[in-house]
């Protein structure tokens, strides 16, 4: 009945997992078509830093989001799987809960880190350094440009209007020139792989003792710091910007790394998999039992003893 019961409760917690996961991740894919629109700056004629000229991606979104998502995640999956080879549990449920709290715990702080980032890029709309190159913004209601000498350099301007006849900008990228606080790339590839680096510290994998585990960390560190330092090098963030994506993507994940040790440990306090297990093929180690000694009448028989064992002594009194 109790197994029962705690077979029932995992079930419980499994479908709340998944239905509260799929929203959060369905509202991290739409968060643009239900949030409100992006805050539109404005902008000095003499702003050094937004005169730099438009650069393509080194890092793409497609190659970050294997760098950032999918890659750690497959390593994750992995290491659990590798791990579960080596584990006994007193129940199915249990055997599965380490793959399962990393993987939920996981995806949960890559849609809580992805909603975050996009609250900050909406709300504060900052400008990236390649805007007048992708913009070229034609002043309103002058009706010239921050290129015309009878401009006013001093003035904030506010009203503006993109050429992209001119610049040759798609859509997208003059919607993108809006959202450069904070960077995208850095807070995704500093979440990811600073996540599996505390992770593989956690579960001291693949070789407890060596310093193969130390320096798989250090591989993680050196392409999420590449992935942020690209995007300066592009002109797509300017230095702030990837400092504060790079500090949310890895704070987020030590936090929700924290919390699924937590989880974990409380798991073993309740009898979680960790508690029961054992290497495959062995044994729980047994206490050793002393014999019996066996006495009848005055002409005891005692048993032979192991050498290793404790000795019986037995003392005889004559009538």
């Not at 917690?13 to 959060?24: A, C, Q, S, T």
């Not at 000498?149 to 992209?164: K, L, M, V």
């Not at 028989?301 to 192991?306: A, D, N, R, T, V």
Request: a neutral charge; aromatic letters at 10%; charged letters at 15%.
């Amino acid at each position: 009945m109790r197994y029962i019961q705690q077979l029932q409760g995992s079930a419980v917690r499994l479908f709340v997992d998944v239905i509260l996961l799929g929203i959060l991740l369905i509202f991290t894919e739409n968060f643009t078509k239900v949030w409100w629109p992006t805050t539109q700056r404005g902008f000095f004629c003499n702003d050094e830093s937004l005169k730099y000229p438009y650069h393509e991606d080194t890092v793409s979104p497609t190659l970050l989001h294997w760098l950032g998502l999918y890659g750690p995640l497959f390593a994750l999956l992995l290491i659990e799987v590798c791990l579960m080879n080596w584990q006994r549990a007193s129940s199915q449920w249990q055997e599965y809960f380490n793959l399962y709290n990393t993987l939920r715990w996981f995806l949960y702080g890559y849609a809580s880190s992805d909603i975050i980032k996009n609250v900050a890029k909406q709300t504060i709309g900052r400008l990236r350094p390649h805007f007048f190159a992708v913009c070229g913004p034609l002043l309103i209601p002058e009706g010239g440009t921050c290129l015309d000498e009878a401009t006013d350099r001093g003035i904030y301007h506010t009203s503006y209007t993109c050429q992209p006849e001119i610049t040759g900008a798609t859509a997208h990228m003059l919607k993108d020139i809006h959202v450069s606080f904070p960077s995208g790339h850095s807070m995704l590839s500093f979440y990811g792989l600073v996540f599996l680096a505390l992770h593989l510290q956690h579960r001291h994998w693949p070789l407890r003792g060596s310093l193969l585990s130390p320096a798989l960390q250090l591989l993680c560190l050196c392409i999420a710091s590449f992935v942020a330092l690209s995007r300066v090098m592009d002109y797509k963030h300017h230095g702030s910007d990837v400092a504060a994506g790079s500090l949310l993507g890895a704070s987020v994940a030590f936090v929700v790394s924290h919390a699924a040790k937590l989880e974990e440990q409380i798991q073993l306090k309740a009898g979680g998999p960790s508690k029961q297990s054992h290497g495959k093929g062995q044994e729980p180690e047994q206490s050793p039992t002393v014999p019996v000694a066996e006495v009848s009448g005055v002409g005891e028989k005692h048993q032979q003893l192991p050498s290793h064992d404790l000795s019986l002594v037995t003392c005889c009194s004559a009538n």
